[in-house]
Nanobody
C-alpha cells in the first residue's frame, strides 16, 4: 500500500489549500472501496481525525472543520483530496492521508491502517 500526500504549505488565516493523496493503482484497485481520509497532528498534540469518505461516498468531518473542509476522491486518478477553506491558525499541523481498514470514522484510528508520510500545513499571518 502506497499513499503520497502533496499540497501542503503556508497560508494566511482565511486562505485556502488543497491537499492531494495519490494511491498506487494497486492500492486503489484493492482498497479503494475502503474508508480513506485525513488525520492531522499539531505539535504537542494527539493525532486527530479531520475527514473521511467511505466506499459509498459517505463523508464525516470533525466538528472543528465542518463547513470549511471538503473531502473528495477521484477514482480515475486514484486520488483523495482535502479542500481546506477559511483556514485558521489552529489548523496548523502535519496532515496525513490514511486508509482505514477497521473503523471508518474521524473519531478513531484504531486497527491496522495505512498512512502516508504527511504534509505540513501552516496557517499564520
Amino acid at each position: 500500500v502506497h499513499l503520497e500526500e502533496s499540497g501542503g504549505g503556508s497560508v494566511q488565516p482565511g486562505g485556502s489549500l488543497r491537499l492531494s493523496c495519490v494511491a498506487s493503482e494497486y492500492t486503489y484497485s484493492t482498497y479503494g472501496y475502503y474508508c480513506m481520509g485525513w488525520f492531522r497532528q499539531a505539535p504537542g498534540k494527539k493525532r486527530e481525525g479531520v475527514a473521511i469518505i467511505d466506499g459509498s461516498g459517505r463523508r464525516m468531518y470533525a466538528d472543528s472543520v465542518k463547513d470549511r473542509f471538503t473531502v473528495s476522491k477521484d477514482k480515475t486518478k486514484y486520488t483523495l483530496y482535502l479542500q481546506m477553506d477559511s483556514l485558521k491558525p489552529e489548523d496548523t499541523a502535519v496532515y496525513y492521508c490514511v486508509l482505514l481498514t477497521t473503523v471508518c470514522t474521524v473519531h478513531s484510528d484504531a486497527g491496522r491502517n495505512y498512512w502516508g508520510q504527511g504534509t505540513q500545513v501552516t496557517v499564520a499571518s
